[in-house]
Nanobody, 125 residues
Framework: QVQLVESGGGSVQAGGSRRLSCQASTHILNKFCMGWIRQVPGKEREGVATIATNGVTDVAASVKGRFTISKDPSKDRLYLHMNSLKPEDTARYFC???????????????????RGRGTQVTVSS
């Protein structure tokens, strides 16, 4: 069974940067739509970014220009590079994987993808 383990969360001041990592237990990064979803208690989960098997990326409008997604299939790792962080970026971030979908952040968030336990990012003003 595939496992996804996120790391890199923590507390950061507004305007700062953070890089999240996701380690997959098997070689799925070039077989699945991979992405990041975030969740705030009491709010709907939000698709943040996805990267397709062919490397095409999609980034949610709320983070466009600040966040980028990348992957290193040789290491089975997915990344989320977050810059110019804002307090509204505070959330639990989950690495997610889904097979056979249109690979964009909104679609990924609307599904029930395979995902990890998440890592908390807290941005203070």
């Amino acid at each position: 069974q595939v496992q996804l383990v996120e790391s890199g969360g923590g507390s950061v001041q507004a305007g700062g940067s953070r890089r999240l990592s996701c380690q997959a237990s098997t070689h799925i990064l070039n077989k699945f739509c991979m992405g990041w979803i975030r969740q705030v208690p009491g709010k709907e989960r939000e698709g943040v970014a996805t990267i397709a098997t062919n490397g095409v990326t999609d980034v949610a409008a709320s983070v466009k220009g600040r966040f980028t997604i990348s992957k290193d299939p040789s290491k089975d790792r997915l990344y989320l590079h977050m810059n110019s962080l804002k307090p509204e970026d505070t959330a639990r971030y989950f690495c997610a994987a889904e097979f056979g979908i249109v690979c964009d952040s909104a679609v990924l968030a609307s599904r029930s993808p395979l995902r990890g336990r998440g890592t908390q990012v807290t941005v203070s003003s």
